[in-house]
Nanobody, 126 residues
């Protein structure tokens, strides 16, 4: 599985951005696609994830109600719509795929994801 993320940029606090991630290669019906982020000096953390087939989602508490994850199966594309952005959302955002996931499970640990995109940088100014 190859993943290519894009859509990052500089935005003012309160603004919006939409990240995209194009997936290529083989995925399975139970595959989970997720977004993680890593701020300078911090560990990579879970943001949101979606089951590729069923569409079930999971979110980190810090982004619930502000971020929405979705996928377009026909376009093999994962999205992260980010609204009401805060300076603390500043990070490099990575898309990732967990192809070994079971049907209903959505992992939140970065070590559960086998494939990673290159990252796209999001900077939120105050």
């Amino acid at each position: 599985v190859q993943l290519q993320a894009f859509g990052g940029g500089l935005v003012q606090a309160g603004g919006s951005l939409r990240l995209s991630c194009i997936a290529s290669g083989r995925t399975f019906s139970s595959t989970t696609l997720g977004w993680f982020r890593q701020a300078p000096g911090k560990e990579r953390e879970f943001v949101a994830a979606v089951k590729w087939s069923g569409g079930s989602t999971g979110y980190a508490d810090s982004v619930k109600g502000r971020f929405t994850i979705s996928r377009d199966i026909a376009k093999n594309t994962l999205y992260l719509q980010m609204k009401r952005l805060k300076p603390e959302d500043t990070a490099v955002y990575y898309c990732a795929a967990d192809v070994a996931s079971s049907t209903w499970y959505i992992g939140t640990d970065k070590d559960e994801y086998e494939y990673w995109g290159q990252g796209t940088e999001v900077t939120v100014s105050s």
